[in-house]
Every structure is written in C-alpha cells, then in structure tokens.
C-alpha cells in the first residue's frame, strides 16, 4: 500500500470538488475559503493532534504571512516571489524563539496554549495600534499591471488553483513527516514526553520541528490570503477567532488525523454559509444559534471527531493517516 | 578479572528537605544481573530516576563506562547505552504495540523499515510479536510490564534497568519474565533489577545492594547482604 494514500485520496477529493465550483465564482469563492481553512487547520492538527502541544495563537503565524506580504507590496512594490519566502522566515524565527521560551520552561498542556494566545494577542494590538500597518482598519494593495507577477487575477479560479497546490502540498509534507521517525517521536511526545525521552527521543527538538513546520505552513497560508484578496486587517488575520476555527474544525474533523481537520472544514465552513443566506437579513444572529446548536451535537455525537467516526465505521479505511484520538486526550 | 559498567558515587537526591537519596555508592560489573533491594520509600526508583538522567542529581557522579553521565539528558544517556523501565508502566496509548518499540528502535535505526525491522526482533525475543499490531492501550498488565521490557531493549542498550517488573505478575508470569530476564542477560546486557521478593533477588542475582531511607545498608554478594543485621532489621524484619 502506498503510504502517501492519505495525502492522495484527500487531494484528489478536493480537486474534484474544485473542478465541481468553477462554474460558479460564488462557490468558488467558498471553496478557496474552506481549503484554505482546512489545510492551516491540518498544520494546525499536526502540532496539536500529533505532537499533543495545543496554540491558541496560530493567528500570529497566519498574520505574518498575510502582512508581510501586504506591506512589502504597499511599502516596497515587493511581489510575492520576494515576500512569500520572506514570510516563511519570519514565521519559522518567531515559532523558534516562543518554542524554546515555552518548553525550555516545561510549559505544556493548558500554560502552552495559554503562552501563545498572549503572543498573537500582543501581535494583535501592536499591529491595531501601528499607524503604517494601517492601524485596525486594515491596509489596501494596489492593483499592478504585471498582473501575474503580483498574482492579482480577475478570476477567482487561478486563487482555486493555488489553494489546492497548497493543500495537496501541505497533505504530501504533513503525510511524510507523520509516518517516518518524526512523526512517532511527535505520538511518543504526545502520550509521554518522560517514557519518550528515556527511550531516546530528544523532546525540545521535536516539539520544536513540530511548532516551526505548523507556523511556516500556517504562514503560507496567510500569504495566501493577502495575494487573494488585497486586503489585510487585525481582526481577519491576527484575531483570536482564527486560531480557535482551527481548533474548532481539527475537533469535529478528527485530531490526529492527517486529513481529519479539511473533514471539518468542508462541513462547517459551507454549513455557515448556507445558514447565513438561508436566515436572510433579518434574523441576523440566529444563524450563529442554530450553528453553535448543531456544533455542540456534533462534538457530542462524535468524541473522535467525524474522520474518527468515518474510520471506526470503515475500519478497512488506510490506517496511515494517524489514530484518531478523543477529544481532551491532547492535553496532559 | 571484572570490568565495571556502571560507577555510582556518592549519589544523593534532596527533594526540599527530604533526602530521598544520600551518600549512596556501588559498583556494578558488567555482564552480571544486579540486584537493588529496599523497603517502599526507600529510593529505589529514584536512584534510578538519576541513572536515566530524568532527575539531576544533588550530589554525586555517575559514570558509566568510565564515563560521566549525570547531569547529561535522558536521550543522550539512553543513546550511550543505558535504558530502563517504569515501576508505572508507561505505554504509548495512541499507538500500537509495534509503534511502542519502533519508538525506542529509532534512535539507532532512523530509517522507518530498519526501526520496524528491529522493533519486530526485541518483540520476538521477548515473546510478544503476535501483539504486535495490538492497541497498546488494550494488553494486559503482565503484557504492559512486557511492552516495558521490549522497548528498552529496542534502543541496544548494555545496561539495562527493571523497576519491579514482577510486582502484581501470577506466579507463572513471573518464572516467565525471570526466564526472559535472564535470556537478555544471555546476550550479554548487564541487569540492575530492583525487586520486593527476596526469592527472587537471591536466585537471580549474585550481587546486591539494599537501601533504606535512601542510604545503602549494605553492599556485597547477595548471600552477604541478606545475613547482614541491619538488613534483617530494617527490611527482613518489617516486611515479615
Ligand atoms: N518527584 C518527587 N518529589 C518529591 N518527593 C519524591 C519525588 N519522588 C520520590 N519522592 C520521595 O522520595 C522517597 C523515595 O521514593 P522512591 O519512589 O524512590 O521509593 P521506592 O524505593 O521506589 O519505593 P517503592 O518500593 O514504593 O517503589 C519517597 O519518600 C518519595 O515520596
Ligand atoms: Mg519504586
């Protein structure tokens, strides 16, 4: 059995449903959303679900992306042939430095998640507060005429095309890492970091590996959603409410499972989106409701998240992904 | 002649003011089954704690041949060829009995066919390869003490340290794991094994060390340090 199946079945899934939306610029456009979201969610889960280390603060990573990319056109004329890999530096420093603060302190469980909510939330106020970041209004990219270059298409389908690269790329990389040695050692970490360490896995260098693949994926991601819109704010791309989408969808999707967080976001990214249009304008609000109502059953139903339930229904399902882990065991 | 694996000088642990170990020293040779007795509290598993480097010592050094290790971290030290094994057991729950020992294999063998290649012979030689693709969460306690024992034994060590391996085992699981014990010791891995029952220790180990209160009583053939007084008193005296 090819051991990249769990990258492959899911990547092919996905472009199928891409070929499905171009049709349509409005599904389109909630396609990209959803990949988007669900593949930082699966960098996200590799952190969490594998390694067993929870961030809160994701956005940090997310947001670095998305604003150096933004400033280094609006500031520079930058393109993102210079600024995407720039990002990713910046990224995988920042994830280098808050690792080795946290764990050379022992932090885990409730402290670490808690360590990294502080520091994207200092990201977050500096950025509101910085008048040439464009304070909490956010900064607009001007259009180029070398469109390609900047990547600033009329057509939302080139930005589809993107997203799935950066989807199957992310399943190809995160499938690698998850089932050779690295991956063990981030499970060994996970169930017990003293057993692992006494059986010779070095514990700071793999919980850091773990934190700077996830920050520099997330980061892509971030870049991602600065060259497809043309437009950065705090509250989109620095704010709390993205690193808990992460949790949230890795939760119902399935931690610990390689593709269990897309499983996530392919149903409650289109799911609060129909609620949205269904509700109308005037029963604004209750949309959020009747989406908190259905999130709670689901987390309820389904203790191993959705690709948890899929695999104990269809245990025949390549075993390759991960084991799928209950909600809570991730934290010691 | 005999050549010395494991140097222990006095060692000593403080957790505030309790002094879970002090002054301790001896001498382990190596190729021989060690025997580490002592009443509960005594600071067996701490003494072992240090050795594996999960806990710094206070005082004291460690040298295992002939080399310093105190103070080094725990996968360094299992690397130089020291591992051990809980009195807790403490299995990998989100992966399989395979996954477990592949662990322990890997920092030898990093690539994932030769860890899994290895990872499948300590399980053989320990008796548990039809469980290998058990949830390691499912086995028994007797199997859980066993998954230990496979994983140690899976990062090649020359020393190797058992934390009661036998407590709460039937009498047949016992003479089992003695015999496997002593199979590994066969193959040339010298043996520190703490353990309540006096039977065992006496038949198993030509030498041993009894603690109490975290200080060595007594050091020497076993036969000896069984005889001794104030091993009677302190240990033979109140467990009876
Ligand atoms: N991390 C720790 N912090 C504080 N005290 C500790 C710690 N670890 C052990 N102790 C104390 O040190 C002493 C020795 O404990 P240890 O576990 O080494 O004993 P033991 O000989 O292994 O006992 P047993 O036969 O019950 O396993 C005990 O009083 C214990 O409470
Ligand atoms: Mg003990």
């Excluded at chain 1, 990002?87 to 885990?108: D, K, N, P």
């Excluded at chain 1, 200092?122 to 509101?128: H, I, P, T």
């Excluded at chain 1, 971030?222 to 791309?237: C, I, K």
């Excluded at chain 2, 069984?226 to 109140?238: F, M, W």
Aim: aromatic content about 10%; some cysteine; hydrophobic content about 50%.
């Amino acid at each position: 059995m090819n051991r990249f199946l769990p990258a492959i079945v899911p990547s092919l899934l996905a472009a199928a449903i891409f070929a499905v939306c171009l049709g349509d610029p409005y599904f389109m456009e909630i396609f990209i959303h959803t990949a988007l979201m669900g593949t930082i969610s699966v960098a996200w889960n590799l952190m969490a679900g594998f390694t067993g280390l929870i961030s809160l603060g994701h956005s940090l990573f997310f947001g670095i992306g998305a604003y150096v990319v933004a400033y280094g056109h609006i500031g520079f004329g930058l393109p993102p042939l210079v600024t995407w890999p720039l990002a990713v530096v910046l990224a995988a420093v920042m994830a280098l430095a808050i690792g080795l603060l946290c764990f050379r302190y022992g932090l885990r469980g409730y402290f670490f998640a808690i360590a990294t909510l502080a520091f994207s939330e200092v990201a977050f106020l500096l950025v509101s507060a910085t008048p040439w970041l464009g304070r909490s209004d956010g900064m607009m990219m001007p259009s180029e005429d070398e469109t390609l270059l900047y990547l600033q298409f009329l057509e939302k389908w080139p930005y589809g095309l993107m997203v799935l690269g950066f989807l199957a790329i992310t399943l190809f990389v995160g499938q690698h890492l998850v089932s050779s040695r690295t991956g063990f050692y981030w499970r060994a970490l996970r169930d017990n970091e003293g057993a692992a360490e006494a059986l010779g896995v070095p514990a700071m260098r793999y919980k850091l590996i773990a934190f700077v693949v996830s920050a520099v994926l997330t980061s892509v991601g971030g870049a991602f959603f600065a060259s497809t819109f043309a437009f950065v704010d705090p509250r989109s791309t620095l704010g709390v409410d993205l690193s808990i989408q992460l949790l949230v969808f890795s939760i119902i999707g399935g931690l610990g499972l390689l593709w269990g967080p897309l499983l996530g976001a392919a149903l409650l990214i289109p799911l609060g989106e129909l609620l949205r249009t269904a509700m109308g304008v005037g029963f604004n609000g209750v949309n959020i409701v009747v989406y908190a109502v259905l999130l709670m059953t689901l987390a309820l139903l389904l203790p191993q998240g959705l690709g948890g339930w899929l695999k104990t229904r269809f245990p025949a399902m390549p075993r390759l992904g991960g084991k799928p882990i209950r909600q809570g065991d991730a934290v010691q | 002649m005999t050549d010395t694996i494991l140097e222990v000088t006095d060692l000593g642990k403080f957790f505030g003011g309790l002094r879970a170990l002090s002054g301790v020293c001896f001498t382990v040779w190596r190729g021989e089954i060690f025997g580490i007795i002592g009443p509960n509290g005594a600071g067996k598993t701490t003494l072992f704690n240090c050795l594996s480097g999960a806990l710094k010592p206070s005082t004291g050094r460690i040298g295992l041949d002939g080399r310093r290790i105190d103070g080094l971290h725990p996968h360094d030290i299992c690397r130089l060829g020291l591992a051990r094994t809980f009195q807790i057991v403490r299995p990998f729950q989100g992966m399989t009995v395979l996954g477990n020992v592949m662990v322990a294999a890997y920092g030898r063998h990093p690539a994932t066919a030769d860890a899994e290649h290895h990872a499948h012979e300590a399980l053989r030689s320990i008796g548990m390869a039809h469980l290998a693709h058990l949830d390691a969460e499912r086995l028994s306690v007797a199997e859980m003490r066993r998954l230990e024992i496979a994983r140690a034994i899976a990062t090649e060590p020359r020393l190797l340290l058992l934390d009661e391996m036998l407590a709460g085992l039937t009498a047949t699981e016992a003479a089992a794991l003695c015999d496997q014990i002593v199979a590994l010791n066969g193959r040339g891995i010298t043996i520190v094994m703490v353990e309540h029952s006096v039977p065992v220790i006496s038949r198993m180990c030509a030498r041993s060390i009894v603690l109490n209160f975290g200080t060595l009583l007594a050091e020497g053939t076993t036969q000896d340090v069984l005889r001794d007084p104030r091993v009677q008193e302190a240990y033979l005296g109140s467990a009876a």
